[in-house]
């Protein structure tokens, strides 16, 4: 692979203001999610053909590791002692998850990101956000789910290796020459996957301080989901490299996706399972299920996304 060059912090705030400018959901109040029509969703449909569901996301990790300092916690709450022996009880349980982790698949809502003391669209972080919550752009934007076309594009594969090494960037070439190995091509209403490894480099290696290094796009990849319009961005990991390939932005994937162009972001998904069953089928594209938990003035939320194939 070939290491792109680092993005000075000029640099970045041209590429900032021109995907704000020319992406779809630059300026929409629901960012990039009105990219995907009635039409489209219809299309995505006709998608499957085997009937067979992949679940696109990992485990709920409860276990402290150098990259989940602070990991979900699970408890059983009732029975508090042994279960009776006869009559009826319930059994109940507690989850409780920092939604944006290191570990855990989760969505990112489009008020996530502040930048420069706003959110996307220019609104207010200062009105928009408190204790309570977020007042605009939350998560219940996506609280009808999101649907569509899905496609992967699997970076590993194109290069000829189980994964990316940490701080590897995947650049626009390397999305347009996966999609030309795989044979399809990425347009406006998709929801683009894109594959590094991470999580199979995590199961076989064991966890990593992942704030330090991993692989993830390079910020001037984003010119390629602009020119294609698509819908929304996920990985199976964070979306941004560490290091940052932007000395003054510690996340300028997040930066440009959510707050420049209105992209909602799923994070450290698990393609693992999806990957190698596309490639046997030979088709990459399917149709894609996003469901979102109702929280009306949350940030973001774990998240079980669904490839039908």
């Known amino acids: 692979m070939r290491t792109p060059e680092a993005m000075s912090g000029a640099e970045f705030r041209t590429l900032y203001r021109h995907l704000r400018k020319s992406a779809p959901g630059g300026t929409a109040p629901r960012g990039a999610l009105d990219t995907i029509t009635h039409e489209q969703v219809l299309a995505a449909v006709r998608e499957v053909r085997s009937g067979r569901t992949v679940s696109l996301a990992a485990p709920v990790d409860t276990r402290a590791a150098p990259d989940n300092a602070e990991p979900a916690e699970h408890r059983l709450t009732a029975p508090t002692g042994d279960p009776p022996a006869s009559g009826l009880a319930f059994a109940r349980d507690r989850f409780a998850m920092n939604v944006h982790g290191d570990v ?177 089928e030979g088709r990459w594209s399917f149709l894609c299920v996003i469901a979102p938990l109702r929280l009306p003035a949350a940030t973001g939320s774990p998240v079980n996304p669904l490839a039908i194939l």
């Open 104 to 280: 855990d698949s989760h969505i990112d809502a489009l008020c996530h990101v502040i930048y420069e003391g706003t959110l996307h669209g220019g609104v207010p972080a200062a009105d928009a956000l408190s204790p309570d919550g977020a007042s605009a752009l939350s998560i219940d934007l996506a609280r009808d789910g999101i649907v569509g076309r899905g496609v992967l594009l699997d970076i590993p594969r194109l290069h000829g290796v189980p994964w990316l090494e940490p701080g590897s960037h995947v650049t626009a070439e390397d999305l347009a020459a996966a999609e030309a190995r795989q044979g399809l091509r990425v347009g406006r209403g998709d929801i683009l996957l894109v594959r590094v490894g991470h999580r199979r480099r995590r199961e076989e290696l064991g966890p990593w301080d992942t704030a330090g290094a991993r692989a993830g796009l390079h910020p001037a990849a984003m010119e390629f989901l602009a020119e294609r319009q698509v819908a929304v961005l996920g990985s199976d990991g964070n979306n941004d490299t560490a290091p940052s390939a932007t000395r003054e932005v510690a996340f300028p994937v997040h930066v440009l996706a959510v707050h420049a162009m209105g992209l909602h972001l799923l994070d450290y998904l698990r393609l693992d399972d999806l990957a190698p069953l596309c490639a046997r």
